[in-house]
Structures are given as structure tokens and as C-alpha cells.
């Protein structure tokens, strides 16, 4: 099912990353900028990621022995740094997410540089050290950001879903790791409705989302694959679904061959097995366009046939 599996360390079947946005009440700010004080109850819906969702997530953690990555954007980094600490302190990592969840999409290269430069300082002054992988808010990654990670030594990005498995993401200045998702392992669908964020979903009882995510978990253990949960403090973190979570992660472990790693670690392996030759990851070569395709709009075309 998969054509070129990575060999995983010490022969597991299956890499798993639970990773965790912080996005907090960036999101409600960046929606409603000249109102978002006033929409009390939505803040408090958000804030309830750092404040209550994350000491409740790192003692999972701590219980079971795992570090993870938290995606978190640099506002929130400066905002919540109590979060921000206990999350350092247990040894997880910390992945730039944009600065206050800002749309790559909408900014031109400069003003992505800008912002993007700014939140590696934030992060770089909470941890001491500059992040190594990037998750475009909203997957929203620009035909500019996978040239701008590159230039600023970024090693690995988690915003595409071109692949079950890590692949490369070859620009003309040097290669990226990226580390796919998809909507299917994001805990939006089945869980958010937030009318304040124009996001509406009928909510899923925790154990039929958790039905989706683990039959995306089976399939790649099956298969030889890597499983990333995209997952948020605010919604994934609330009492019933992380009692879910704590389930889910429990049912890995008795499955066995799993490795759970940071996705920092996952993409340091994928380079040490291309550089050591035990393994050759799919290349994607970018830009995937060099200008916009415009084929059915163009008159001149319909008589082509
Ligand atoms: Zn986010």
C-alpha cells in the first residue's frame, strides 16, 4: 500500500506524533480585531488551551513518557509563558506557527519574511534555541514559505498532505522534510463549533472522532507508515475527548512497534537514513507552479482540442 516505507528505529512499525497547536485566542483577535475583547465567552473557550487544557496534557505525558511538539504561535508564546514554560520544562518541543496566526496567503513575500523572522526571535528567546520545524497557520503555506524556511535553516515543515508518509520538499536553495498530514487527523472537523471563528461542525462524541483517528492509526501501522495527530489544547484538551486521547495513546502502546517521537526527531531520522543510504524519501520538486493555470479561462484555448 505504500510503496517505500521508511525503516523506523529499531524496527517499529509505525512513527507517531500527537502534535499540538496552541493557537489560544490568536485566532479570535486575528478574526475580529476591533471587537475580540468583547466576545468574552469565545476568549474564554480559547484560553482555556493554556490555562487548563495544557498542565492536564503534560501529565499525560508525563505518565506515559512521551515528548511531543507543540506548534505555537510567537504572540501566544509571549502571552501565555507560563504554558510555554511547563512545556519546555518537560522536554517538548517547540515549532514556529506563524506570530499570531497570520495568513501566509495574505501577506506578500516580504511581510511573510518579516513576521516569520520575528517569531523565530520569540521562540529563540523563550528556549534558547531557534525552532527546526514550521506548521503554516491553517495549513495556509504560501508559494513563498518553503523558500523562506530554507533560507532561515528551518529543517522540517508539518503544513502539506502530499504523502502518508515523510517526504522532501526539494526548492531551488536546499531541501525541506515535510512531515504530511491531513483534515482527517485534525481534531476541527469533529469537534469545533465556535460561530465567533465562522466554524460550525456538528459535534462527534469523543469515542466516533476518536473511531476516525484510530482507523487512520491502524491503517499506517499496518502499512509501515507515520501517524500525526493535528490536535488543539482548546479542543482536544476538553475533559471527555482528552480521556479519549489518554485511551487512544494506551491502545498504541499495547499494539506495540510504535515509536512515539517528536517531529523534529522523526525528520532528523528521515535525513540520517538518506545520508547513511538505507533509505531514499520521494523527492516533491517546488515550485509545484511557476505562475497561475488559468487553462479554462483563456479563450484562445477552447478551440484546442
Ligand atoms: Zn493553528
Redesign the pocket.
Known sequence: MIKNPVPWPNGARCAVAITL?M?ADS?LHLEHPDDSLSRVAALSMLRYGPEVAVPRILETYRRYGLKQTF?I?AWCIEQYPAAVEAILKDGHELGH?GYI?ENPNEAGREDQEYWIQRSIAVIERASGRRPRGY?A??YNFSDHTADLLVQEGIVYDASLMGDDIPYILRTKDGDLVELPGHWGVDDWPPYVHAPDLNFSMPIMAPPRAMEIFRAEFDAQWEHGGFWVGIW?PFVSGRLARWCEVDRLIQYMLDKGGVWFATMEEIADHVLACAKDGSYSPRVDAWPYYAEPVRVTMDPKLRAVR
Open positions: 497547536d493557537d485566532i506548534f504561535p506557527h496566526h506548521r497557520p491553517l488543539h
